[in-house]
């Protein structure tokens, strides 16, 4: 059994679940109906939509305690009335941290692990959960869920070590795909020669993560990716690893690290495919930051931290009730010029869960009634 202290009694959540939709993960100002905005809502039976979001203003600093009646709603154009609204700093926490372990070089996994640790000390609470895994050729657990924080720092300093390991097949998750390079072909250096490519199963990780330890929790649902370069030779692509996370109502933050100038000599090419982790981080609700230099993860992971407590939700019944499963967009305002909302940008109107229960009660009745 996971160990968690105090259960906190959940209501609502992050970019998550429950109220409806869950909410997706760019920035407003994004075109909601291209296709990675058709990708960001997921189908889920509706009948009170709720949209979990942050906030910041023109500084690019989080405004978390703006008043209800600061923001306004839209879908599909046609404003929406506000029912429920909501500061969540408060709501339970189920959070995983992905480590990249593919590297021969110890201080770089020592500076992972020190982030790691500050990470874990600064967002899991009493009544979170927080879990490590890291990935280089397989995924391995570093620290099942726990809301135990010293035990959680304890373990992040062991990566260099591994943990156990956990293959997809002994995970129960579908056959491995065809391996293959993001975007397809092979990369080459500067001398026009292919690069040999270390594995780092990113994708498997965030699968693997997901599916064995978020899927079946509640509350506001979270991984934080530390890459050292993009996924290569995993069993699973980004579809899947997007898919998994979109079902299970799971935000994404990646943190893409590169050799800062002139100072970090890492052994690993840190090659990644241009904007792909930035989308699959933001179709979920989440960001991709880009960390200049190892010695920065710490910062990186104290503005995850930051903004993974200064959420805002709100919901409404939407005005249109023929649920037909259509894809329907989502617009939110936070009024003030300046300020800019990240949130889900739409979800499917699928025919709530209650009334296709209810009709086939009614059906069922009408059968068995005396003639």
């Known amino acids: 059994m996971f160990k968690r202290v105090s259960p906190f009694p959940v209501i609502l959540v992050l970019a998550l679940t429950n109220l409806g ?32 979001f942050t906030v910041r203003d023109a500084n690019k600093h989080l405004a978390s305690d703006l008043p209800p009646d600061k923001f306004t709603v839209s879908e599909d154009g046609r404003p929406q009335t506000i029912r429920f609204f909501a500061h969540h700093s408060d709501v339970v926490l189920n959070v995983g941290v992905l480590l990249d372990t593919g590297t021969n070089m110890s201080w770089i996994l020592s500076e992972e692990a020190q982030a790691s640790r500050l990470f874990v000390e600064h967002v899991v609470r009493p009544t979170d959960l927080g879990f490590i ?72 990780a965030i699968r693997t993560g997901t599916l064995r330890y978020l899927k079946g929790e509640v509350g506001r649902k979270a991984v934080v990716i530390v890459a050292l370069s993009g996924d290569s030779h995993s069993e699973s692509t980004m579809e899947d690893a997007l898919q998994a996370l979109l079902e299970n109502d799971v935000i994404a933050y990646v943190l893409q690290i590169y050799d800062a ?92 869960a209650s009334k296709v229960a209810g009709q086939a009660t009614n059906q069922s009745s009408a059968a068995t009634l005396p003639h």
């Not at 329907?328 to 009024?335: E, H, P, T, V």
């Open 21 to 52: 939709s869950p909410p997706s993960g760019s920035a407003q100002e994004n075109d909601p109906g291209d296709k990675v905005g058709q990708q960001d809502a997921i189908r889920r039976d509706v009948d009170v939509v709720s949209v979990y």
């Open 133 to 204: 895994l890291s990935y280089a050729a397989r995924v391995e657990t570093v620290q099942l869920p726990t809301s135990d924080v010293a035990l959680l720092k304890e373990k992040a300093g062991t990566i260099q070590l591994g943990g156990g390991a956990i293959g997809l097949q002994e995970s129960g998750l579908p056959p491995p795909h065809e391996v293959r390079w993001p975007g397809g072909g092979v990369p080459v250096g500067v001398t026009g020669k292919p690069i040999h490519l270390r594995e780092a199963h990113l994708y498997d």
């Open 261 to 352: 100038p002139g100072q970090d000599k890492c052994d690993v090419l840190h090659i990644f495919e241009k904007d792909s982790l930035k989308k699959l981080a933001e179709a979920t609700g989440g960001r991709m930051l880009e960390v200049k230099g190892i010695g920065k993860l710490e910062a990186a992971l104290d503005e995850i931290s930051d903004e993974l407590h200064h959420q805002y939700s709100l919901g409404y019944y939407p005005e249109n009730k023929n649920w037909d499963g259509k894809y329907r967009k989502i617009q939110i305002s936070a009024g003030e010029k300046g300020y800019k909302v990240y949130a889900r940008k739409g979800y499917y109107a699928n025919q709530p």
